[in-house]
């Protein structure tokens, strides 16, 4: 797992704003939503496209939560990456620019729909009432990515639990739109993952600074099981 540091004087800093860490400690459980990021073979399983290993070990954290979710009377929605002739045309420039043309090509063949790296990482427990969305861009909630935030309108959501992978692409990307959409957030500290601790810590303190409330997964139980 990640060694989770917060910087203290942020955390100062937001007490002092907030005048509490956790603005997001008592939710409606019945309107959040647990959206889960990107946890594919492609990012999971060992030498994988976009290989990332501490994703594997957060899992049981995303399991417990969604349990919990489910338990409760929340919804749980698994995002999935998707690369399509579509989304190639649409964001031609992070094919032909940011990405070399091997490159570009294995990620198009991998998370491709239906392709083995698209599909959800088996450990996942997934549950018949839980929904699967597909994306096409980092975060969800660009015009024409995905229909999250259709679906999260039509339940009446207005609180997200965001985890899975990567913290400092996909779930940070979701995670920063959705508040500006004018969602409550909630990023779980121990349940989302990324290629190195500095990366994971420098978007837990972005999160923290602006965009989201920074739970550690008992943190997220609690919240979840509070009457």
């Not at 349990?67 to 002739?85: C, E, P, Q, W, Y």
């Not at 996942?124 to 660009?142: I, Q, S």
Request: hydrophobic residues 45%; proline residues 4%; contains cysteine.
């Amino acid at each position: 797992m990640h060694k989770i540091e917060l910087s203290p004087d942020l955390l100062a800093q937001i007490r002092a704003q907030r005048d509490t860490l956790h603005p997001f400690a008592s939710i409606d459980i019945r309107r959040t939503a647990h959206v889960i990021v990107d946890l594919q073979n492609g990012f999971m399983e060992p030498g994988a496209p976009v290989e990332v290993p501490v994703a594997r070990e957060i899992v049981p954290n995303v399991n417990q939560i969604s349990s919990a979710v489910r338990k409760h009377g929340g919804k749980n929605i698994f995002l999935r990456m998707t690369v399509d002739l579509e989304s190639q045309a649409s964001w031609s420039n992070w094919f032909a620019y940011l990405q070399g043309k091997r490159s570009g090509a294995l990620l198009a063949k991998a998370f491709a729909r239906e392709a083995h790296f698209w599909q959800l990482w088996p450990e996942l427990e997934v549950a018949d009432a839980d929904l699967l969305v597909e994306k096409t861009r980092f975060g969800a909630f660009v015009p024409g990515a995905s229909r999250l935030h259709e679906i999260l309108q039509g339940q009446d959501i207005d609180t997200l639990i965001i985890t899975g992978t990567l913290s400092n692409c996909c779930c940070e990307s979701t995670a920063r739109d959705a508040m500006q959409m004018n969602y409550k957030v909630i990023f779980v500290s121990d349940a989302n993952a990324a290629l190195s601790d500095a990366a994971h810590n420098s978007t837990l303190d972005n999160m923290a600074f602006l965009f989201a409330d920074v739970m550690s997964t008992e943190e997220v139980l609690a919240a979840v099981g509070r009457k």
